[in-house]
């Protein structure tokens, strides 16, 4: 379950099966009604309802703890198990690694949100210091943010962004197709650029894990003379 007195990061997850139990403990937190999918899921290990500005929103969430950068696989498997269930809302994977910039654009094509190791480390600071790093975040990820921080106003703003997917109308003309693909190149340069954040967010852990282990054996060594 989610625990906001532990720093938000599910730290005591030890499999797939906990770290599912602690997303749905999470939403639930957040007034989510989250309830998980028993038997063959068909891709789909939660799905979690709101009732927001008079509509209902509905998420398709699979869950993925790895320890390994997750691919493509459960885009594909959320995206079809959305599907299966109806339709009738939108498919999220939310996972405790990285993905790398070819996945997540890939899964911007399929129209399935990712909430990975990089947007839970925002949460886990918004939780523990009220400090929001991007406000510019939508769907499921801008409601989470908007409800921790209780800012009614990121919550519009990531609700809207379904009523203008739904209410979009296709261009066919040339000012619109190389309009879409400057948004794609400008998309592609963003996805690069939070990967990069990420690898060098690792690295700093890693630094500190060694100056850790550094000064221990130095402790050590200084405690055997």
Request: charged share 25%.
């Amino acid at each position: 379950m989610f625990d906001k007195t532990d720093g938000f990061m599910p730290q005591n997850c030890m499999s797939g099966y906990d770290f599912e139990l602690w997303v749905q403990g999470f939403m639930t937190a957040l007034k989510f009604d989250a309830k998980r999918t028993k038997g063959d899921d068909n891709g789909v290990d939660i799905i979690a309802t709101l009732e927001k500005g008079g509509i209902q929103l509905k998420y398709y969430i699979q869950c993925k703890f790895h320890n390994r950068p997750v691919g493509k696989t459960p885009i594909q498997e959320v995206y079809t198990g959305c599907r299966f269930f109806g339709n009738d809302g939108y498919p999220v994977v939310i996972t405790n690694n990285r993905m790398s910039s070819e996945t997540k654009a890939y899964a911007k094509q399929m129209g399935v949100e990712l909430i990975t190791e990089y947007q839970l480390n925002e949460i886990s600071l918004l939780v523990k210091t009220g400090k929001i790093v991007n406000e510019n975040y939508t769907g499921l990820m801008g409601i989470i943010l908007g409800k921790l921080a209780k800012r009614p106003d990121l919550c519009k703003k990531a609700i809207e962004v379904y009523d203008k997917k739904q209410n979009k109308v296709e261009e066919t003309t040339d000012k619109e197709q190389i309009k879409n693909e400057l948004i794609n190149t400008f998309d592609q340069a963003n996805l690069l650029l939070q990967e990069s954040a990420e690898l060098q967010m690792r690295a700093n852990a890693c630094q500190q894990q060694a100056m850790s282990l550094q000064k221990e054996a130095l402790l050590r060594n200084l405690n055997c003379l």
